[in-house]
C-alpha cells in the first residue's frame, strides 16, 4: 500500500492563482482531513471528511474548498492564492473517529504564494 | 493563544541524558496524542493516552496524561540521536475527527 500521497510536493503560486492539491489514499479509510504548519504553530485543521460526500470546516477554512467524490481522493482548492497562504499542507486519513482514531498524514506540499 | 501549549519549543541536548517534554491546557480532552514528526515527512503517531493519570511505555519513551486530563507528558530515557525530530501534542477539540495541536517541541539529540 502507498497509504497516503501527495501531488505536487512543491509550488509557488503568484497572487490570485488557483490551483488544487492532491491527496489520495488506499487504505479505504472513510476519514480525511487537510492540515497546514506553520513555524511555531503547530498543525491547524482546515477542512476534514467523514465520507464521500460529506465535507466540514475545520480552524482555518477560509480561502479553501474541499470536496470528496470518492473515498481514496480528497483534493484541496485554493481558489486566489495570497501570501498568508504560504505553508507546508498536510492531507491525513483515519480508519475511524473512535477515541483511538490514528491519523496517517501524506508527505506534505510545500506552497509558496508570491 | 494555543489551546494546547508545548514547552520547551526547542531542545538540544547529548546522548544519554534525559528529557522530559510537556503539553499543557487549561481545557479537559478526552484523549491526548503524541505524533513524532521527520525533516519533510508528516507526523505518525506514538501513542494516544485517554485514562486520567494513564502512563504508557514505548521503549525508552514514557507517556503521562494528568490526573485531571489537562496536560500530558513525554519522558525520553537515554536519549539517543534517532530520537531527533518535532514532537507534538493533539487532542480532539468538538469532535474526534476535528485535532488541535500544539505547536511542538523541536528535539535534537547531540552525538
Known amino acids: 500500500n502507498a497509504g497516503v500521497t501527495q501531488t505536487p510536493k512543491f509550488q509557488v503560486l503568484k497572487t490570485g492563482q488557483s490551483m488544487t492539491l492532491q491527496c489520495a489514499q488506499d487504505m479505504n479509510h472513510e476519514y480525511m482531513s487537510w492540515y497546514r504548519q506553520d513555524p511555531g504553530m503547530g498543525l491547524r485543521l482546515i477542512h476534514y471528511?467523514?465520507?464521500?460526500?460529506?465535507?466540514d470546516q475545520g480552524e482555518v477554512p477560509n480561502g479553501y474548498n474541499v470536496s470528496r467524490s470518492t473515498t481514496e481522493d480528497f483534493p484541496l482548492r485554493l481558489l486566489s492564492a495570497a501570501p498568508s497562504q504560504t505553508s507546508v499542507y498536510f492531507c491525513?486519513?483515519?480508519?475511524?473517529?473512535?477515541?483511538?482514531?490514528?491519523?496517517?498524514f501524506g508527505p506534505g506540499t510545500r506552497l509558496t504564494v508570491l | 493563544t494555543q489551546l494546547l501549549e508545548q514547552s520547551p519549543q526547542f531542545l538540544s541536548i547529548q546522548e544519554g541524558e534525559n528529557l522530559t517534554v510537556y503539553c499543557n491546557s487549561s481545557?479537559?480532552?478526552?484523549?491526548l496524542q503524541w505524533y513524532r514528526q521527520e525533516p519533510g515527512e508528516g507526523p505518525v503517531l506514538l501513542v494516544t493516552?485517554?485514562?486520567?493519570?494513564e502512563v504508557k511505555k514505548l521503549k525508552r519513551l514514557t507517556f503521562q496524561f494528568g490526573d485531571a486530563r489537562k496536560d500530558s507528558s513525554l519522558h525520553i530515557t537515554a536519549a539517543q540521536p534517532g530520537d531527533t525530530g518535532l514532537y507534538l501534542c493533539a487532542g480532539p477539540r468538538g469532535g474526534a475527527q476535528k485535532l488541535v495541536f500544539g505547536q511542538g517541541t523541536r528535539l535534537t539529540i547531540n552525538p
Open positions: 481545557s479537559v480532552f478526552s484523549s
Open positions: 493516552v485517554v485514562t486520567g493519570g
Open positions: 491525513a486519513s483515519s480508519y475511524s473517529a473512535g477515541i483511538y482514531n490514528e491519523q496517517f
Open positions: 471528511s467523514v465520507g464521500a460526500g460529506i465535507t
